[in-house]
């Protein structure tokens, strides 16, 4: 439960950066080195690595060097903790919703 | 689409502590009261209402004072909008999987 919460606090710190999820969104189109990252960013090296190194603390991102080339890619498993973590606590309040909708319905003078 | 990027700033930087996610989860079941909200956080009010104006100001959150008493309830548009950027980025890499895997499949040597 706390190992949860502190993976969502991680996952959901590194998704509030907008160059980071520029990162992402780059990945989820397919494996990139870090240069490739850069590239669309205007942003120094040094910079991209630093919001590499927040993406993979969080666990949404990993990374391999082969050679003096590092490529990353996406970790589903924590980019799904982290939308479904929003999606049922949405789905809660669309069900109340729901029913409250309902009551009013059935309550309804004609 | 700076508009949009800002908001999910907010959103995610809503999101990445363990308290305010308490107050969400708690709002996920209904609208509630700022002291109902502090119960079971065993903090102080004034806490709360700080981490209240952050998902306040993300969005997340809504609240209305009626005479002395301040109401508070999630707000789905802002929820469904940080749901939807990870499950698109999540579909996308998903998809990805999928047609690697197929290609693999399809030029196995038997």
């Known amino acids: ?11 959901f710190q590194a998704l ?7 990162m992402v969104e780059r990945l989820a189109q397919g494996p990139a080195t870090v240069s490739q990252l850069a590239k669309p960013l205007a942003m120094s090296l040094p ?24 490529t990353c890619r996406i970790e589903l498993k924590a980019m799904s903790a982290a939308e479904r973590w929003i ?21 309804k003078e004609d």
Chains 1, 2 share one sequence.
Not at 1 to 11: E, H, V
Not at 16 to 22: F, G, I, M, Q
């Open 87 to 107: 999606a049922e606590r949405r789905a809660q309040w669309e069900r109340r919703l729901d029913r409250l909708g309902q009551f009013l319905e059935d309550t």
């Open 1 to 11: 439960m706390f190992r949860q919460d502190a993976a969502l606090d991680l996952a």
């Open 16 to 22: 509030a950066d907008p160059s980071r999820r520029a």
């Open 47 to 70: 910079g991209v690595m630093q919001h590499l190194a927040v993406l993979e603390a969080s666990g949404l991102v990993v990374s391999e060097k082969v050679g003096r080339v590092r």
